[in-house]
């Protein structure tokens, strides 16, 4: 069993940057693919960016790439996300989650999560 904890969400005004957090309890990261999701008020959750299990590949939605960045942590069981030219549409509940397999672009690949940071964009 993994636990997930985000952590670094908050009020950000547009262009600026935030980087989240993924802390991993229970045991380290480095067996799993991790990926980032977002949800905004009234709106399926979407996949934001993945990584796979060595870090050695990455994935990002369009609406993000050249914005944010997905990395692992040296001591194995940190994920980060690094979010920068920050939109309001980039606004939502962003979630960490850990999968068993890759390509994992969807919900239904993944076996754990975490319980979600706000992040809030204004204009």
């Known amino acids: 069993q993994v636990q997930l904890v985000e952590s670094g969400g908050g009020l950000v005004q547009a262009g600026g940057s935030l980087r989240l957090s993924c802390a991993a309890s229970g045991r380290t990261l480095s067996s799993y693919a991790m990926g980032w999701f977002r949800q905004a008020p009234g709106q399926e959750r979407e996949f934001v960016a993945a990584t796979t299990s060595s870090g050695s590949n990455t994935y990002y939605t369009n609406s993000v790439k050249g914005r944010f960045t997905i990395s692992r942590g040296s001591a194995k069981n940190t994920v980060y996300l690094q979010m920068s030219s920050l939109k309001p549409e980039d606004t939502a509940v962003y979630y960490c989650?850990?999968?068993?397999?890759?390509?994992?672009?969807?919900?239904?690949?993944?076996?754990?999560w975490g319980q979600g940071t706000q992040v809030t964009v204004s204009s």
């Open positions: 989650a850990a999968s068993f397999n890759w390509p994992a672009v969807v919900p239904e690949r993944y076996s754990y």
